[in-house]
């Protein structure tokens, strides 16, 4: 893995304040969204066999590259 000098920061400030976490806080939490943080979005019937068909090219070419 490589890590540029201009993320050093970042990085040493992430691991700071996880290890600083308590494993006990992180096991056990469901993180269920709240209804206010829930868009629901509705597509008509030919956008739902659109997005059908293109799921299902997806996953066949990915079985396919997989077997090769």
């Known amino acids: 893995m ?3 000098t201009n993320k050093m920061h ?3 400030h992430l691991t700071t304040q ?3 976490l308590k494993p006990s806080s992180l096991v056990g939490q469901e993180q269920v969204p709240s209804q206010d943080t829930v868009d629901t ?3 008509s ?3 739902m066999k659109q997005q059908i068909l293109d ?3 997806t996953e066949v070419l990915a079985q396919i590259r997989n077997t090769r």
């Open 41 to 43: 979005v509705q597509i």
């Open 55 to 57: 799921q299902a090219r």
């Open 18 to 20: 996880l290890s600083m």
């Open 10 to 12: 970042e990085i040493a």
């Open 2 to 4: 490589t890590v540029f």
């Open 45 to 47: 019937a030919e956008a």
